[in-house]
Nanobody, 123 residues
Framework: QVQLVEEGGGLGQAGGSLRLSCASS????????MGWFRQAPGKEREFVSS????????TYADSVKGRFTISRDNAKNTVLLQMHSLKPEDTAVYYC????????????????WGQGTQVTVSS
């Protein structure tokens, strides 16, 4: 059973930066997608970003485009989310996810999920 373990997050300030990482206990195949989602209190889980493992193609939600960067470390089976220019509305539980196909953005298409990590941005 593949496990995804997130690290990072915590408390940040508006305009500041935080970095999240997610390590997979199993192999990540070239056609797989690794993604980040977030869920704020009282809101539905929303897509943040994803990367296709093989060719590194990335996709971003409009709300984070230009501020967040997703990247991968193939040797460590790890996906990173570097968050800059943080805003209070970025406050949420952030989830890492992995899916069996490329360029995934819909939560229902991801098969494996991490436990989530809290990101809180103060104004």
């Amino acid at each position: 059973q593949v496990q995804l373990v997130e690290e990072g997050g915590g408390l940040g300030q508006a305009g500041g930066s935080l970095r999240l990482s997610c390590a997979s206990s199993g192999d990540i195949f070239a056609a797989y997608s690794m993604g980040w989602f977030r869920q704020a209190p009282g809101k539905e889980r929303e897509f943040v970003s994803s990367i296709t493992w093989g060719d590194g193609t990335t996709t971003y939600a409009d709300s984070v485009k230009g501020r967040f960067t997703i990247s991968r470390d193939n040797a460590k089976n790890t996906v990173l989310l570097q968050m800059h220019s943080l805003k209070p509305e970025d406050t949420a539980v952030y989830y890492c996810a992995m899916g069996r196909h490329a360029a995934l953005t819909m939560a229902g298409d991801f098969a494996w999920w991490g436990q989530g990590t809290q990101v809180t941005v103060s104004s």
